[in-house]
């Protein structure tokens, strides 16, 4: 699942942990990073495991996920679900959000595995795909029927009557079927064709180290992630293009193994590089102060002698500085830096990009050489260019790649949202009805489950209004942030602070989340049962001829 857990309950579940680095009630965030069942201590990103996130700190610290925040005033008009903390993290979404301000094409995928009803944590990722398609972005949504016959074991039947209702809330939600994609894997040759070629860039001992496969693993649930990784990279078969995948975190772990697979299979590699020795990034950064500190010098000091700078130059100073309190001289740093130095000793010292030949034809090399731009060197397996910048690097070698029959795929972009607590507290669950509202919910089931939901209020009202709610707490308040509130923040707010202050009781907060959810479900009842009635108009596979 991408979105919400599906596995059972898990009875080991801990109740929320209170420990919310990150909750900041000025922007409502709802707070509280939940444990939403199994391990609480370590964060274990499993896409078909139970997945738990105790403590969202973690993703940041143990994953390299970024937070929202970084990028957020890069987004031209943000959606509520990243004003509000809600998408907490992303990998490299400043592409896309680049894209998004300077009008240039880009994407948005994600996809669903048809394995119960969509419910209100799917909505969602309904909803992010939807909203970067009104940026602009070409918008696509697919349901993983692979992955849930292989991962799931679901029959053919089942997953045919669960990819409608997943479809038709991705309709009645407000995508455009003419300017976006919707597919199922089943139908989608293309995509199959391109897993096929990223299978031959991943091996079993990878998926094991990255999934946790053995011995025991079906060859299908394997076939299903390449499937997954083609899906990922479906937005840019056309034409290279920042694509962004909106997911939960436990999908990370596919998010990276697509971005590995993407840069294998470039025609070349773009670095950059001081002589004809590489650079890991950290010894490239201390190089990089190094050598500024040498050209400043060198203009200084000009004699008018031979100003060429050598590798030799480079030790000397780095070795010089030896007791400077530099943040990026790391002993083992220096040290593999020196040696590199060392052994390079009077060859000059000159910033340039290189191109690495990967995967290339010799036409595309050739034609690369031919294309760079100014002084030039050329070797074996690379190009060095002296006076080009990187991106512009980045930019030739992708231009000439797909030139000549290549890829060119930018590695995809992706943000990730927080899993919402269940009604009845611990995890929402697609198994438990009562956790969660489902998407085809009547309006009244709807109310009726919102009445009965477990709040973050106080056991009388004299303390609530004494010690106020704990909005952070509180699965009716999730509602409001996630989705009741829909754009208005003033309201969200309105509701946390009178929630805090004591000035909101439980009861009337409910019945006020119940009646909203209620006009929510009906209109979305309503627009499911208009585009019912069309569905036949769209060129979408609903029903398969498979067996079983
Ligand atoms: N594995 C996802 C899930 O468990 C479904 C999925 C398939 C998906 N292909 C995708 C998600 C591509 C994002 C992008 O729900
Ligand atoms: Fe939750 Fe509302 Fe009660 Fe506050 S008043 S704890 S937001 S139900």
């Not at 699942?1 to 009875?11: S, V």
């Not at 409502?28 to 969202?56: E, I, M, N």
């Not at 790649?401 to 697609?430: D, I, N």
């Not at 004591?502 to 585009?531: I, P, S, T, V, Y």
Request: glycine share 8%; proline share 5%.
């Amino acid at each position: 699942m991408t979105h919400e857990r599906d596995a059972d309950p898990d009875p080991d579940a801990q109740p929320a942990a209170d420990e919310s680095a990150d909750a900041d009630p000025t922007v409502h965030t709802t707070g509280q990073p939940r444990p939403d069942g199994g391990a609480v201590d370590d964060v274990a990103l499993d896409p078909w495991g139970s997945s738990t996130v105790s403590d969202y700190r973690k993703l940041f610290e143990q994953f390299g996920i970024e937070r929202f925040e970084t990028v957020l005033d890069e987004v031209p008009a943000p959606h509520y679900l990243m004003r509000r903390g809600v998408i907490f993290g992303h990998r490299d979404y400043r592409p896309v959000a680049r894209a998004m301000r300077e009008g240039d094409p880009f994407a948005a995928l994600s996809g669903f595995m048809p394995t119960g009803d969509p419910h209100i944590g799917h909505k969602l990722v309904f909803d992010e795909i939807i909203w970067h398609q009104q940026q602009g972005g070409d918008a696509y949504g697919l349901i993983a029927d692979l992955e849930a016959h292989s991962a799931r074991g679901l029959s053919w039947a089942e997953v045919d009557e669960h990819a409608r209702n997943y479809i038709l809330s991705l309709l009645a939600l407000g995508f455009d079927p003419e300017a976006g994609e919707l597919y199922r894997q089943s139908a989608n040759r293309e995509v199959q064709d391109l897993a096929f070629e990223l299978g031959a860039e991943a091996n079993f001992s990878e998926l094991q180290a990255i999934y946790d496969f053995d011995g025991e693993t079906d060859v299908s649930h394997m076939q299903s992630v390449v499937t997954q990784m083609a899906d990922i990279l479906y937005p840019q078969l056309e034409e290279p293009k920042p694509t962004v995948i909106p997911v939960g975190p436990d999908q990370d772990p596919h998010i990276r193994l697509s971005r590995d697979l993407a840069a294998r299979l470039r025609y070349f590699g773009v670095t950059e590089a001081y002589a004809s020795f590489e650079l890991a990034d950290a010894e490239r950064r201390a190089l990089a102060l190094v050598y500024d500190e040498l050209v400043d010098e060198s203009r200084r000091t000009d004699e008018g002698g031979d100003d060429t700078l050598r590798c030799e130059d480079a030790a000397a100073l780095l070795r010089a500085g030896a007791d400077r309190a530099d943040p990026l001289d790391e002993p083992a740093v220096r040290d593999s830096l020196l040696e590199k130095l060392d052994n390079a000793g009077k060859e000059p010292l000159r910033p340039r990009v290189r191109f690495v030949d990967r995967n290339a034809t010799e036409t595309a090399f050739e034609a690369l050489i031919e294309a760079v731009d100014g002084e030039k060197r050329v070797y074996d397996n690379h190009v060095d260019a002296f006076e080009t910048d990187r991106a512009a690097a980045e930019q030739l070698a992708r231009d000439v790649e797909v030139a000549h029959g290549g890829y060119g795929f930018l590695p995809p972009s992706s943000v990730y949202h927080r899993f919402m607590t269940g009604l009845t507290g611990g995890k929402m669950s697609s198994s438990v009805p009562a956790s969660h509202i489902s998407l085809l919910d009547t309006p009244e089931e709807g109310y009726d489950k919102v009445k009965t939901a477990t709040t973050g209020g106080r056991e009388t009202a004299e303390k609530q209004r004494e010690l106020g709610g704990e909005p952070d707490d509180c699965p009716v308040y999730e509602l409001y942030a996630y989705l009741l509130a829909h754009d208005d923040d003033e309201f969200a707010k309105q509701v946390y602070d009178e929630c805090a202050g004591g000035e909101r009781l439980c009861g009337d907060c409910k019945e006020q989340a119940a009646r909203l959810m209620e006009d929510f479900l009906e209109n979305h009842q309503e627009k499911r049962a208009e585009w019912a009635d069309r569905l036949e108009e769209l060129d979408i596979d609903l029903d398969t001829d498979r067996k079983r």
